[in-house]
């Protein structure tokens, strides 16, 4: 099992921009891609981003450009850097870690609010 936590959501500005963190712990060992799906209200559940454990990545259309995924091994982190952002990108970001065995985790999920 491996539980992961986000940080870094928040109330930001059309333009502006965010940081998304995701701390994964339990069987890191374990894990192979990881990434960020989103959830706007009254909307199904969204790819956002992956990352592999070797760096290779795959954006959503609406985000490439824009957003960065990257993640650092050593602490079991993985980021979402969020530029230009826009109102519908606005939405509850959810954090996934994939494990070797095929099974997937959630965090909790970290508001992310786009408005003037």
């Known amino acids: 099992q491996v539980q992961l936590v986000e940080s870094g959501g928040g109330l930001v500005q059309p333009g502006g921009s965010l940081r998304l963190s995701c701390a994964a712990s339990g069987r890191v060992s374990s894990m192979n891609s990881m990434g960020w799906y989103r959830q706007a209200p009254g909307k199904q559940r969204d790819l956002v981003a992956l990352?592999?454990?070797?760096?290779?990545?795959n954006y959503a259309d609406s985000v490439k450009d824009r957003f960065t995924i990257s993640r650092d091994n050593a602490k079991n982190t993985v980021y979402l850097q969020m530029n230009s952002l826009k109102s519908e990108d606005t939405a509850v970001y959810y954090c996934?870690?994939?494990?070797?065995?095929?099974?997937?985790?959630w965090g909790q999920g970290t508001q992310v609010t786009v408005s003037s």
């Open positions: 996934i870690a994939d494990t070797l065995l095929g099974t997937r985790s």
């Open positions: 990352i592999t454990r070797g760096g290779n990545t």
